[in-house]
């Protein structure tokens, strides 16, 4: 079963502007993580946050964490044609290395 | 340090075949997990193996199984193939401290027909 589920599904912005992408899931966890993936490839870590860590940043990436609401939020700022890809969060049940994966937020940005 | 490697890329097969997928993990690291995606399920947990033993493992049939030698070099088999077993097979390496960063290989793209 899934875990973590995105929010929206898709999403199509020009480049230049700031893209907003939802995760919320449903046990407590220890950590969330956002993975980008191309067009069938495989996955690249993005950014890690520990569940008690309210807010990260990494370059052009935003996250933030919200325990009680059981959601996060992934902010992708000046957005470029290359950031064009899927986007997913990942959650542990507070198993060792045992991730649930939501179903993805499909992001296209327009040059 | 060299990424995760997966052999072969692309499989095609047909129903009732076994398949054996290989994953080699970044020099160093002892956990190994994988997933499998597809369009319908998303990916899905498949199992992780640690110190050549299984220490997760996801909601899966039998015919899903796999293994770690002591390089840390994995596999995984899918026996009595089915049409549904059609999909990308991604494997991921971390250190095996847990509860972190893992890095994924490019997966293997299966197609059973």
């Known amino acids: 079963s899934q875990q973590g589920e995105e929010d929206p599904q898709a999403l199509s912005i020009q480049e230049g502007e700031n893209a907003t992408m939802n995760c919320s899931y449903k046990?407590?966890?220890?950590?969330l993580q956002w993975y980008r993936q191309n067009s069938g490839r495989g996955l690249v870590h993005l950014i890690l946050?520990?569940?008690?860590?309210r807010e990260k940043h990494s370059g052009r990436l935003r996250v933030t964490l919200d325990t009680s609401k059981k959601s996060s939020s992934l902010l992708i700022t000046a957005s470029r044609a290359a950031d064009t890809a899927s986007y997913f969060c990942?959650?542990?049940?507070?198993?060792?290395?045992?991730?649930?994966f939501g179903s993805g937020t499909k992001l296209n940005v327009k040059p | 340090k060299a990424g995760v490697t997966q052999t072969p890329r692309y499989l095609i097969k047909t129903r009732g075949q076994q398949v054996t997928l290989s994953c080699s993990p970044i020099?160093?690291?002892?956990?190994v997990s994988w997933y499998q995606q597809t369009p319908g399920q998303g990916l899905q947990f498949l199992f992780e193996?640690?110190?050549?033993?299984?220490?997760n493992k996801g909601n899966f049939p039998g015919r899903f199984s796999g293994r770690q030698f002591s390089n840390s070099r994995s596999e995984m088999n899918v026996s009595t193939l089915e049409l549904g077993d059609s999909a990308l097979y991604l494997c991921?390496?971390?250190?095996?401290?847990?509860?972190?960063?893992?890095?994924f290989g490019p997966g293997t793209r299966l197609l059973v027909l």
């Open positions: 990942a959650t542990d049940e507070g198993n060792f290395n045992k991730f649930y």
């Open positions: 946050i520990r569940s008690n860590e």
């Open positions: 193996y640690f110190s050549e033993t299984q220490r």
């Open positions: 046990t407590s966890i220890n950590n």
């Open positions: 991921a390496s971390s250190s095996g401290a847990g509860r972190e960063t893992q890095y």
């Open positions: 020099s160093g690291h002892r956990s």
